[in-house]
């Protein structure tokens, strides 16, 4: 048994008595892998990572407008992944484009409805566990400062496919149709809150997908433009549907 063999199988047994002495873990040695290569690892609704795993992406939606509620999307161009996280202001430590390394060595993967979750162990019916503010550390550090700049690809609805799902683009040339001039949010009509929305977006070409609104976002009140325009989206998937949400207002019309 090599060394690098024995240190995988001893590092699920050793691991939960490093957590429960040291505020900072180096998973070491470890192997770079894709997002995608780590996403095609699961095969049932939450999965332990036991292999010294690290992930490397850039930040494509985070909570600084409300988009993302307690999680950020993490995206490599091979895939995104979203990772839950039981704190507020996450912007402020995850910028958008701002590049970082997940060491997944004891956390879970879990399928929500074909969205792909980083996290804790589940406590609940929900795939996976946030990870607690105090464990932020342990698992994400800072990426390469030599990352080249991100900037989000192009896309046409009519393109979107599989391998575009937690990735972040720009599409263009598309409008909001009869949706326009009303809020982002629907309210609820006893409360007067907003309630999360979905609205329509659609191209030229007649191609349409739905935008999920989160109640949470800060334009939640603003009025959906006229026109056509463009917008930072990203791709998502729940229960055999392909939907976008917005990855960053400020970029889009």
């Given amino acids: 048994m090599t060394a690098r063999t024995l240190y995988r199988y001893l590092l699920p047994l050793i691991t939960p008595l490093l957590l429960a002495c040291s505020d900072y873990l180096s998973y070491e040695p470890y192997d770079v892998v894709s997002i995608a290569h780590l996403k095609s690892l699961l095969h049932s609704e939450s999965i332990a990572i036991t292999q010294s795993y690290v992930i490397q992406g850039y930040v494509v939606a985070n909570d600084q407008q409300g988009e993302c509620y307690r999680s950020i999307i993490l995206s490599d161009g091979s895939g995104g992944i979203e990772l839950k ?34 996290g804790l162990r589940p406590t609940d019916s929900y795939p996976v566990s946030p990870i607690g503010e105090d464990k932020i550390d342990l698992y ?34 598309v409008t909001f149709a009869e949706q326009a001039g009303t809020e982002w949010c629907e309210r609820d009509p006893l409360t007067g809150e907003h309630i999360d929305t979905e609205r329509i977006v659609y191209d030229s070409d007649g191609n349409s997908l739905p935008i999920r609104i989160s109640r949470h976002c800060s334009y939640a009140s603003a009025t959906i433009p006229s026109g056509e325009g463009s917008m930072v989206v990203i791709v998502q998937y729940f229960n055999g549907e392909y939907s976008l949400m917005i990855a960053n207002y400020q970029l889009s019309f």
């Fill in 85 to 118: 996280i039981d704190a507020s202001d996450l912007y402020r430590r995850f910028p958008l484009y701002s590049h970082h390394s997940v060491h997944c060595a004891t956390l879970w993967m879990g399928d929500y409805g074909g969205r792909v979750l980083l």
């Fill in 140 to 173: 994400i550090k800072a990426g390469d400062d030599n990352a080249p700049e991100f900037y989000p690809s192009e896309i046409t609805l009519s393109e979107i496919a599989a391998q575009h799902i937690g990735n972040s683009y720009i599409l263009r040339g």
